[in-house]
T-cell receptor, first 109, second 113 residues
Framework: RKEVEQDPGPFNVPEGATVAFNCTYSNSASQSFFWYRQDCRKEPKLLMSVYSSGNEDGRFTAQLNRASQYISLLIRDSKLSDSATYLCVVTPNDYKLSFGAGTTVTVRA | NAGVTQTPKFQVLKTGQSMTLQCAQDMNHNSMYWYRQDPGMGLRLIYYSASEGTTDKGEVPNGYNVSRLNKREFSLRLESAAPSQTSVYFC????????????FGQGTRLTVV
């Protein structure tokens, strides 16, 4: 089983829509969780960290469910500029970063 | 304001050739990583270095070697390139392992023919 699994999508949504997707992880000892964003053929960049209590950054909301071992990302009021691949990242030990294969989101005008 | 610098950006190798991918960071980070990214596979960890002087295998280390030359530099070597190593390679660094933000270089697009 992969350490981190994501629905690859693509999610094709109109501007202004809400889109949400999940990622599951296999190692229950994982301590840190992140969402990264990757634009086509570019390097990944941190979108937000995911905390146990859930957290929000503008139009983005991340949730962690340790019991079911998944994290989620919700994007409200989608913009064209939100079109990207969103990578779920989990830390199964202190140093290793494990990436999901990514969820592709396309926002159309 | 360089961050993480990888060289080269593009490379074409013939099967059996060797090469070294260079990575340097100027953020005084302790941890460094090498990933490869293939379509539909996401980023897979090749090797990582938790701190200067240590290196550990990731998910897909076969065919690769690494050197943590000093705190700034972490190189990846392909001793005998194979077509299966055609990929995009990313170097990354973080201040303290997996609990802190990772910063990535711009990637090296490697083709082995």
């Amino acid at each position: 089983r992969k350490e981190v699994e994501q629905d690859p999508g693509p999610f094709n949504v109109p501007e202004g829509a809400t889109v949400a997707f999940n990622c599951t992880y296999s190692n229950s000892a994982s301590q840190s969780f992140f969402w990264y964003r990757q634009d086509c053929r570019k390097e990944p960049k941190l979108l937000m960290s995911v905390y146990s209590s859930g957290n929000e950054d503008g139009r983005f909301t991340a949730q962690l469910n340790r019991a079911s071992q998944y994290i989620s990302l919700l994007i409200r009021d989608s913009k064209l500029s939100d079109s990207a691949t969103y990578l779920c990242v989990v830390t199964p030990n202190d140093y290793k970063l494990s990436f999901g294969a990514g969820t592709t989101v396309t926002v159309r005008a | 304001n360089a961050g993480v610098t990888q060289t080269p950006k593009f490379q074409v190798l013939k099967t059996g050739q060797s090469m070294t991918l260079q990575c340097a960071q100027d953020m005084n980070h302790n941890s460094m990583y090498w990933y490869r990214q293939d379509p539909g596979m996401g980023l897979r960890l090749i090797y990582y270095s938790a701190s200067e002087g240590t290196t550990d295998k990731g998910e897909v280390p076969n065919g690769y070697n690494v050197s943590r030359l000093n705190k700034r530099e972490f190189s990846l070597r392909l001793e005998s390139a194979a077509p299966s190593q055609t990929s995009v390679y990313f170097c990354a660094s973080s201040a303290f392992g997996g609990s802190t933000e990772a910063f990535f270089g711009q990637g090296t697009r490697l083709t082995v023919v």
